[in-house]
C-alpha cells in the first residue's frame, strides 16, 4: 500500500528539516515567503509560475506534479508553523 498524501508531507517536511536543516525557529517571519514558494511548486505545469518563486533560483527544484504537490504540501506546513511560533 501506497503512503497517503498527508504522511507524503509529513516525511517532506521531516527531510526539509534534517537534510535541509530548515527549522521552525528559522522560518518565524517567512510565513508569506513560504507560503508563496508552495504555490508556486503547486502550480507549475499548470500556470506560468515565472518571479512567483521568492528565492534565488538554485533553490528552484521542480520535479513531476506527485513531487510538487508534496514540496508545496511540505512548505504550506512549515508556512502554518512559522505563524504559530510568532503566535506562541
Known amino acids: 500500500?501506497?503512503?497517503?498524501?498527508?504522511?507524503?508531507?509529513?516525511?517532506e517536511r521531516i527531510r526539509q528539516e534534517m537534510s535541509?536543516?530548515?527549522?521552525?525557529?528559522g522560518d518565524v517571519g517567512r510565513a508569506h515567503e513560504l507560503a508563496q514558494a508552495a504555490a508556486a511548486y503547486a502550480l507549475d505545469g499548470i500556470l506560468d509560475t515565472t518571479g512567483l518563486f521568492p528565492w534565488d533560483e538554485k533553490y528552484w527544484?521542480?520535479?513531476?506534479?506527485?513531487?510538487?504537490?508534496?514540496?508545496?504540501?511540505?512548505?504550506?506546513?512549515?508556512?502554518?508553523?512559522?505563524l504559530e511560533e510568532a503566535d506562541e
Request: no cysteine; aromatic share 2%; net charge positive.
Open 20 to 25: 535541509e536543516h530548515y527549522t521552525r525557529a
Open 61 to 82: 527544484k521542480p520535479k513531476d506534479a506527485r513531487r510538487n504537490l508534496i514540496r508545496a504540501g511540505a512548505l504550506i506546513a512549515a508556512a502554518i508553523d512559522a
Open 1 to 11: 500500500m501506497s503512503m497517503r498524501g498527508h504522511d507524503l508531507i509529513r516525511a
